[in-house]
Nanobody
Framework: QVQLVESGGDLVQAGGPLRLSCAAS????????MGWYRQPPGKPRELVAT??????????NYADSVKGRFTISRDNAKNTVYLQMNSLKPEDTAVYYC??????????????WGQGTQVTVSS
């Protein structure tokens, strides 16, 4: 059974950095595309960033709203995916969810979700 556990959510000031982590278990992590979604208060969940299982088969992708500020990365030896967030803005406030696809590249909806971690950016 696949489990995704996020960590790193916090209250930060605008302009500051924060790094989220997502530890995966129950799957052959190196074969899975991974990603981060977020759900701002009162709004639907939205895709933030994705990363393929291997850089040789695809590229990272970002929502326009976070390009140049957020970086997704993965450590297959640790079964962990990260989201480095810099220059945070109040509008980045959301619950952030880790997502896993049961295939090496992103296609369709994720197969598994984490429980979410709260990020709050104060102005």
């Amino acid at each position: 059974q696949v489990q995704l556990v996020e960590s790193g959510g916090d209250l930060v000031q605008a302009g500051g950095p924060l790094r989220l982590s997502c530890a995966a278990s129950g799957s052959i992590f190196r074969f899975n595309a991974m990603g981060w979604y977020r759900q701002p208060p009162g709004k639907p969940r939205e895709l933030v960033a994705t990363i393929p299982a291997n850089p040789s088969i695809g590229t990272t992708n970002y929502a326009d709203s976070v390009k140049g500020r957020f970086t997704i990365s993965r450590d297959n030896a640790k079964n962990t995916v990260y989201l480095q967030m810099n220059s945070l803005k109040p509008e980045d406030t959301a619950v952030y969810y880790c997502a896993l696809w049961a295939r090496p590249i992103v296609s369709g909806q994720p197969n598994n979700w984490g429980q979410g971690t709260q990020v709050t950016v104060s102005s």
